[in-house]
T-cell receptor, first 116, second 116 residues
């Protein structure tokens, strides 16, 4: 079974600075998808960024980028120029290749605090 | 991104009553929907996966007679908590995935259930 581990229960960053959230996973599959979701105080889950395992290039979405190390099974999220609105729970998630039955496996989450 | 509507956002009920939560995909057809439960400061726990027109697949430890799931159409899934008890109080989140480009799950805003 796949597992996703987020080793940092809480992180703190100064506004405008950069922070990196860690995520490791365990799988025997060669093709899969990885995601970072944000859950602000409203509890609405928001997709931040996703990465296809077959792509070597790291995904980037504006201030958000990932460092995907397939051999190490590591998938960290870097947030640049942190903003107060980035404060939230961040969940790393794994999913195997698309089929009707596959579901997301979530990590335990990292609470990010942004200091003004 | 795609929109998933979840209703109600908050419900308070008496012990012994049943509560129905609706999850609708507003601008896409969801061949697969997922129901999660989230305890305070914890990650999302998958309860069940439902495919349109077939019986839901429940995760180990989730009582199917307690949590009735119906996925009668490609845009609607419902979760009914039957004979609710205080220990069922939690935050329930639905998620939907379309049949095309099916590697992104979109989430509803969640339902906070409080059983008195």
């Amino acid at each position: 079974a796949q597992t996703v581990t987020q080793s940092q229960p809480e992180m703190s960053v100064q506004e405008a600075e950069t922070v990196t959230l860690s995520c490791t996973y365990d799988t025997s599959e060669s093709d899969y998808y990885l995601f970072w979701y944000k859950q602000p105080p409203s509890r609405q889950m928001i997709l931040v960024i996703r990465q296809e395992a077959y792509k070597q290039q790291n995904a980037t979405e504006n201030r958000f980028s990932v460092n995907f190390q397939k051999a190490a099974k590591s998938f960290s999220l870097k947030i640049s120029d942190s903003q107060l609105g980035d404060a939230a729970m961040y969940f790393c998630a794994y999913r195997g290749v698309p089929n009707a039955g596959n579901m997301l496996t979530f990590g335990g989450g990292t609470r990010l605090m942004v200091k003004p | 991104g795609a929109v998933v509507s979840q209703h109600p956002s908050r419900v308070i009920c008496k012990s012994g009553t049943s509560v129905k939560i609706e999850c609708r995909s507003l601008d896409f057809q969801a061949t697969t929907m997922f129901w999660y439960r989230q305890f305070p400061k914890q990650s999302l726990m998958l309860m069940a996966t439902s495919n349109e027109g077939s019986k839901a697949t429940y995760e180990q430890g989730v009582e199917k007679d307690k949590f009735l799931i119906n996925h009668a159409s490609l845009t609607l899934s419902t979760l009914t908590v039957t004979s609710a008890h205080p220990e069922d109080s939690s935050f329930y989140i639905c998620s939907a995935r379309s049949g095309e480009g099916a590697n992104i799950q979109y989430f509803g805003a969640g339902t906070r259930l409080s059983v008195l």
